[in-house]
């Protein structure tokens, strides 16, 4: 991958023919679904990015998880010369602008440099050197050059003007179809997210999930410090977080508020469990009121909140929308950890759906 690279002419600019050429290096791969880039809906995609950790060393993504976004730049390798991106051309065929444009007043099309830069949104950092980004308008092999943390000062500074062809050309390209889940209304969704109590909260629901995409709603389970929650598939299923893939202790339950959970589900409980969380609860789950190191008693068990952060996944996305995943996302979201939080074991015991869930005074 690394050794990908174009041939430096000493006397880069000197004719028309003698074209500039620079070395670049490889900085990995993406991974998709998509294998052509016409079918627009980019929002619903979701790639990984696989590093050569090789090239760039084994802490290139140290710090990485504290930004929501990155900039990516890519090369879609579509094999197309600079000599047939010379010309003026109407910008995708149908697309209604008045006249011809130049290559450098479009975005899409042949280019001088086929090279794509594109903002997504950061979903994950695995250990290993994966990146798992939602959003990003490359198709499977695409070769990746670089990525860097989004920055809000690196936005447009002032407002953005561009013609009425480049947005008639650019609908449908990052959501294609409506959400078909209920959009928040962020002030209202957030007023009953932050109707939960603070110190003493309700067990609302138990899920166990049995095998991956498997779920079973009990109303008694057990907690045992090497298991989790008995007959969840916590410790069997492993994580991509740790070296070696086993189970990542951290994340041995992972709890929702279940007025949050409601929300997105549109009021319907059945649907509530596709939310992945084992602990679905009426409590405050925000690092002012719980910070990690805090013990909750749930019936004669108890757990402690990890500094493990839990942001969800893909799957998350599709069963209840982009919207709801930015809502909890969002930063009133990450305020209050909407998505939930993560947690482990540390008194076995038994707990069921309708218990009190009591903060624990620190030693």
């Not at 925000?286 to 500094?307: D, F």
């Amino acid at each position: 991958m690394r050794d990908a690279r174009f041939v430096t002419n000493d006397d880069p600019l000197s004719t028309a023919t003698d074209r500039r050429r620079i070395e670049i290096i490889l900085i990995g791969m993406v991974r998709n679904d998509r294998t052509a880039r016409g079918a627009g809906d980019w929002d619903r995609v979701n790639s990984r990015i696989e590093l050569d950790l090789g090239l760039l060393g084994d802490d290139a993504t140290d710090g990485l998880r504290a930004f929501s976004h990155v900039e990516v730049v890519f090369l879609p390798g579509s094999g197309i010369t600079a000599e047939h991106a010379a010309a003026s051309r109407r910008p995708a065929g149908d697309t209604p602008a008045e006249s011809s444009v130049g290559i450098l007043a479009q975005r899409l099309g042949p280019r001088p440099n086929q090279v794509g830069t594109t903002v997504c949104e950061l979903m994950a950092v695995r250990r290993g050197g994966t990146i798992e980004v939602r959003g990003l308008d490359a198709i499977d092999g695409s070769l990746v050059l670089d990525v860097k943390p989004f920055m809000a000062e690196f936005a447009p500074r002032g407002d953005v003007h561009q013609p009425d062809w480049s947005s008639a050309l650019m609908s449908g390209y990052w959501t294609g179809a409506p959400d078909p889940f209920p959009q928040p209304d962020p002030a209202a969704w957030l007023e009953e997210v932050q109707r939960s109590p603070a110190d003493h909260g309700r067990l609302a629901m138990i899920v166990r999930r049995p095998q991956v995409d498997g779920r079973e709603v009990i109303s008694v389970g057990d907690l045992d410090v090497v298991e989790g929650l008995v007959g969840d598939n916590w410790r069997v299923r492993g994580s991509r977080s740790t070296p070696d893939g086993s189970a990542e202790p951290q994340a041995q339950l992972n709890i929702m508020n279940i007025r949050c959970a409601r929300l997105v589900a549109n009021g319907d409980d059945g649907r509530v469990p596709l939310a992945g969380d084992q602990l679905f609860v009426d409590l405050d789950l925000s690092p002012e009121n719980l910070p990690a190191g805090t013990h909750l008693r749930i019936g004669s068990a108890v757990i402690e909140v990890t500094p493990m952060p839990h942001t969800g996944c893909a799957k998350f996305t599709q069963r209840f929308g982009i919207a709801a995943h930015r809502w909890v996302n969002g930063r009133d979201g990450k305020r209050l950890r909407l998505r939930g939080i993560c947690a482990k074991v540390v008194v076995p015991g038994t707990i069921a759906a309708g218990d009190e869930i009591v903060k624990l005074p620190e030693d």
